[in-house]
């Protein structure tokens, strides 16, 4: 039966990497209150899903910061990078470790970086969530379903990964928001509601909602969608998308939601908008 993605993950006893016949070892690391890891690289990918405790992940490079390790993260380790795991005092982890092979099927030779990603994207670390859970209460059993649940853990660190270096604490609020808000005008297609976005801030809907709108001269709802309308124009007028496929790619939940969108926006439907003239190089925002 499939773990619900609202469960606590299932225990795995602590045991030593030993992978399947596609490459993938899941285990669980349970640190003592006297953890001390020495210098260390690994001939394969690790993926850090921390569960309870707080540390620090650090690599011998010395070419970035030390990256958190704490609830809330997801971290990828690329193979053979020298890193280091110390534990907060007191606090030691607990996490999961998701071990994949340097001849795993689906990895993409040379095109993972070759430093630590750092993943804060409440959205990607929900479906990372979900998709590890289903990976441990699979077992060995369905090879190909896990492969793809792997591969899809590994694309999304990638894809919403930063750099390994944690964000200086004296940004105020306010650099927050104003970052956020920046970002949203390429990242507009992800479904992150009002909630998320405050939650990623680390701010209160009340307080996040009303910095937003003093940094953009709106509110959040009505900016992502004029971007996602924005973006949906330029591929009905110059992608030749239509209006199924131009609400799916930029974000909408269903076309009805789409539909009362555009028409609030420009006061027509979709396809009425494109049967009017539109002259040569018509600006529409990309």
Request: with cysteine; aromatic share 8%; proline share 10%.
């Given at each position: 039966m499939q773990a619900s993605p609202h469960a606590p993950l299932p225990s795995i006893k602590p045991m030593k990497a030993r992978f399947d016949a596609m490459g993938i070892c899941l285990l669980e690391s349970i640190h003592s209150t006297h953890f001390?890891?020495?210098?260390?690289?690994?001939?394969?990918?690790?993926?850090?899903?921390?569960?309870?405790?707080?540390?620090?992940?650090?690599?011998?490079?010395?070419?970035?910061?030390?990256?958190?390790?704490?609830?809330?993260?997801?971290?990828?380790?690329?193979?053979?990078?020298?890193?280091?795991?110390?534990?907060?005092?007191?606090?030691?982890l607990t996490l999961y470790v998701l071990c994949v092979s340097a001849e795993f099927p689906l990895t993409l030779r040379n095109s993972h970086p070759n430093r630590i990603l750092l993943c804060r994207n409440p959205v990607a670390l929900r479906q990372i969530l979900r998709d590890v859970r289903e990976i441990a209460a699979l077992g060995r059993n369905s090879p190909w379903l896990r492969c793809g649940l792997v591969a899809a853990v590994i694309?999304?660190?990638?894809?919403?990964?930063?750099?390994?270096?944690?964000?200086?604490?004296?940004?105020?609020?306010?650099?927050?928001?104003?970052?956020?808000?920046?970002?949203?005008?390429?990242?507009?297609?992800?479904?992150?509601g009002i909630d998320d976005a405050a939650r990623s801030v680390g701010l209160s809907r009340r307080r996040f909602t009303s910095l937003f709108s003093e940094i953009?001269?709106?509110?959040?709802?009505?900016?992502?969608?004029?971007?996602?309308i924005a973006r949906a124009k330029h591929l009905l007028l110059h992608g030749h998308r239509s209006p199924t496929?131009?609400?799916?790619?930029?974000?909408?939940?269903?076309?009805?939601?789409?539909?009362?969108?555009?028409?609030?926006?420009?006061?027509?439907?979709?396809?009425?908008?494109?049967?009017?003239?539109?002259?040569?190089?018509?600006?529409?925002?990309?």
């Open positions: 001390l890891m020495e210098w260390t690289s690994n001939p394969f990918h690790k993926v850090l899903i921390p569960l309870r405790g707080r540390g620090r992940i650090s690599l011998r490079s010395g070419l970035e910061n030390a990256v958190p390790l704490h609830p809330g993260v997801a971290t990828f380790v690329p193979e053979n990078s020298i890193h280091r795991i110390s534990d907060e005092r007191g606090n030691p694309g999304r660190l990638l894809a919403h990964g930063e750099a390994a270096a944690e964000p200086p604490a004296s940004m105020s609020p306010r650099e927050r928001v104003a970052q956020l808000a920046n970002d949203l005008e390429s990242e507009y297609f992800r479904a992150t953009a001269g709106t509110s959040y709802a009505t900016r992502l969608r004029a971007l996602r496929t131009a609400s799916f790619e930029c974000g909408f939940e269903d076309l009805s939601t789409f539909y009362r969108a555009f028409k609030r926006s420009e006061g027509c439907s979709p396809l009425q908008w494109i049967a009017r003239p539109h002259p040569p190089g018509s600006p529409v925002p990309r």
